[in-house]
T-cell receptor, first 113, second 113 residues
């Protein structure tokens, strides 16, 4: 079983609609969580960190559910420019695995006019 | 400008011919890492480094070597490349702290014939 799993999609979303997707992780000791965005095989870029209480950045909302070991990303009022692959990243940051990050394979979102 | 640079960006080589991909960051980050990205598998960590002269294996270290002689540089060495190392490679750096953003280089597309 992969340590971080994502639905690969694609999620086809009409412009202006809301889309949400999850990422599950297997290591209960995981301590920090991120969503990155990657455009067409370019370098990933940080979209947002995920805080325990959940956090929002404009049209993007991230949630963490430690009990069920998943994080979620919700995009409201989707724009064409939101079309990308969204990568879930988990960092355990224990003494044995400092710096060792696990990436999900990504969820593809396609926003259509 | 804060950035991570990689060279070369594109490389086609033949089996067995040693090569080095350079990575440099100008943000004085302690952590650096190399990833490879293959379709359907996401980013997989090859090696990472906590600081000068401190490196450790990631999930897929076989066939690769790294060194960290200076804080800013973290070259990836393929002593005897094989076709299964054909991939898209990313270097990344980040500072200490749970929620520190990883900065990625632009990627190196390597083809081993």
């Amino acid at each position: 079983r992969k340590e971080v799993e994502q639905d690969p999609g694609p999620f086809n979303v009409p412009e202006g609609a809301t889309v949400a997707f999850n990422c599950t992780y297997s290591n209960s000791a995981s301590q920090s969580f991120f969503w990155y965005r990657q455009d067409c095989r370019k370098e990933p870029k940080l979209l947002m960190s995920v805080y325990s209480s959940g956090n929002e950045d404009g049209r993007f909302t991230a949630q963490l559910n430690r009990a069920s070991q998943y994080i979620s990303l919700l995009i409201r009022d989707s724009k064409l420019s939101d079309s990308a692959t969204y990568l879930c990243v988990v960092n355990s940051m224990t003494t044995d695995s400092w710096g060792k990050l696990q990436f999900g394979a990504g969820t593809q979102v396609v926003v259509t006019p | 400008e804060a950035q991570v640079t990689q060279n070369p960006r594109y490389l086609i080589t033949v089996t067995g011919k040693k090569l080095t991909v350079t990575c440099s960051q100008n943000m004085n980050h302690e952590y650096m890492s190399w990833y490879r990205q293959d379709p359907g598998l996401g980013l997989r960590q090859i090696y990472y480094s906590m600081n000068v002269e401190v490196t450790d294996k990631g999930d897929v270290p076989e066939g690769y070597k790294v060194s960290r002689k200076e804080k800013r540089n973290f070259p990836l060495i393929l002593e005897s490349p094989s076709p299964n190392q054909t991939s898209l490679y990313f270097c990344a750096s980040w500072g200490t702290g749970f929620l520190n953003e990883q900065f990625f280089g632009p990627g190196t597309r390597l083809t081993v014939l």
